[in-house]
């Protein structure tokens, strides 16, 4: 059975990402920093009579990553990747402090880096698979009180856009999303979006991605927009 890797998979929408596909037949490996909103979600995934594996990786450890992919290389057939996790800071640009700004290019950035780099290494079938870069429509336009987190995510954008051209004659499938707010706990530590009500659920955003696996780029905008 293929396996797809999905980070941040304990809540949001990589948990929807982690459901929708385990409906598909894939075996998940769940990852994320709470083994207690992994097993959730590997608990529901079993109960849809799919197949799950969680682990607590540090996507922001190089070693870490290493380690883990080592042993789901040795157990499982690796398939897909979903680089989902990530974390924004929002605010005046003047305001935004070192430690922030370095947390998004951490996790957002190297933890996509790493985790994307550790997986390609670690295939042993590299006539097929796929990479999901879960980026964000802030990779597309800057955006006023999120130039740290904008910043980030034109990274990975870059990132993501010179890894499709590379592996565009492989079996390698690279994918970015690029998609509005979502409805999440992923604004419950700020105040920057304060009417959701223009925003989509994780559930609607997942069933618009696996609408549309057959492109390349996948961007999905807010509601209204």
């Keep these: ?9 304990g809540s949001g929408l990589g948990k929807e990402l982690a ?27 079993v109960a849809n009579n799919g197949h799950a594996d969680s682990f607590l990786v ?29 974390i924004g800071h929002f605010g ?20 996509t880096i790493n985790m994307s780099q550790t997986f390609l290494s670690s295939k042993k079938n590299k006539s097929e698979g796929l990479i999901m870069n879960i980026i964000s429509t802030a990779g597309l336009k800057g955006k006023a009180k999120e130039a740290g987190y904008c910043a980030s995510k034109f990274a990975v954008r870059g990132l993501t856009e010179s890894m499709q051209k590379e592996y565009e004659n492989s079996g390698i499938q690279i994918k970015a999303v690029y998609m509005g707010g979502m409805d999440t706990p992923f604004w419950d530590q700020n105040d920057h979006i304060q009417d ?14 696996l609408a549309n696996m057959d492109q390349e780029t996948i961007i999905i905008e807010s509601k209204g927009k």
């Design 1 to 9: 059975m293929k396996s797809i890797i999905i980070t941040g998979a």
């Design 19 to 45: 459901l929708s596909f385990g409906l598909k037949g894939y075996h998940i490996i769940l990852t994320g920093r709470t083994m207690q909103k992994l097993k959730s979600v590997e608990e529901q995934i």
């Design 58 to 86: 540090d996507i922001t450890n190089r070693s870490a990553i290493q380690e883990f992919m080592n042993e789901a290389n040795s157990k499982f057939d690796l398939f897909g990747l979903i680089n989902n996790a990530g």
């Design 92 to 111: 005046p640009f003047e305001q935004l402090t070192i430690k922030e700004i370095e947390e998004m290019m951490l996790t957002n950035v190297f933890g």
């Design 196 to 209: 959701k009500s223009r925003l989509r659920s994780p559930e609607e955003i997942a069933t618009i991605i």
